[in-house]
């Protein structure tokens, strides 16, 4: 079982959508949770940061982590054409070794 | 701002060869990590390491090795490259391991062996 766990999509909404992105995981100890936004070609920049449960929300973006279901999501409101890219769940025990899921592809359609 | 560069953006090799890459960051973070990204696999941590001259294996070490002789310099090095290696490689950096560290990446590497 992989530590981590994405559906890659992908996923296709139209502009102004809300859109949810989540991620499942199996190590009850992980407790510091990222979300990366990848654009095509591009490495990864860090979107959002949680530590521990609860919500986090910046901007349009909302980050939600459920550690009693071992289950993270990223609300994205309103979006844009610019929003389409890969995103990518991470999260990591110690601060130090990361691990991140496979992505999910989301196209945002004018 | 955090920047991680990254030696070449595009890299063709052959089988066999010997392959340097090289990551370079500019604020002197202590951790550097290098990861391999295939689709469907997603990142994949190859190294890392906590100070100069220390590195600890990833989950994919096989056919890879890494030196940090300078803080700032995290090189991966392929003995002898393999078509299996093909892939695009991410160096990434953070400050310390803590409540507050995320990793910053460099724009990425793309290998292929020929």
């Known amino acids: 079982q992989k530590e981590v766990e994405q559906d890659p999509g992908p996923l296709s909404v139209p502009e102004g959508a809300i859109v949810s992105l989540n991620c499942t995981y199996s190590?009850?100890?992980?407790?510091?949770f990222m979300w990366y936004r990848q654009y095509s070609r591009k490495g990864p920049e860090l979107l959002m940061y949680?530590?521990?449960?609860g919500n986090k929300e910046d901007g349009r973006f909302t980050a939600q982590v459920d550690k009693s279901s071992k289950y993270i999501s990223l609300f994205i409101r309103d979006s844009q054409p610019s929003d389409s890219a890969t995103y990518l769940c991470?999260?990591?025990?110690?601060?130090?070794?990361?691990?991140f899921g496979t992505g999910t592809s989301l196209t945002v359609i004018p | 701002d955090v920047k991680v560069t990254q030696s070449s953006r595009y890299l063709v090799k052959r089988t066999g060869e010997k392959v340097f890459l090289e990551c370079v960051q500019d604020?002197?973070?202590?951790?550097m990590f290098w990861y391999r990204q295939d689709p469907g696999l997603g990142l994949r941590l190859i190294y890392f390491?906590?100070?100069?001259?220390?590195?600890e294996k990833g989950d994919i070490p096989e056919g890879y090795s890494v030196s940090r002789e300078k803080k700032e310099r995290f090189s991966l090095i392929l003995e002898s490259a393999s078509t299996n290696q093909t892939s695009m490689y991410l160096c990434?950096?953070?400050?310390?391991?803590?409540?507050?560290?995320?990793?910053?990446f460099g724009p990425g590497t793309r290998l292929t062996v020929l």
């Open positions: 990434a950096s953070t400050l310390a391991g803590g409540p507050t560290d995320t990793q910053y």
């Open positions: 190590n009850s100890a992980f407790q510091y």
């Open positions: 949680t530590y521990s449960s």
């Open positions: 991470a999260m990591s025990r110690t601060g130090n070794q990361f691990y």
């Open positions: 604020m002197d973070h202590e951790n």
């Open positions: 390491s906590y100070d100069v001259k220390m590195k």
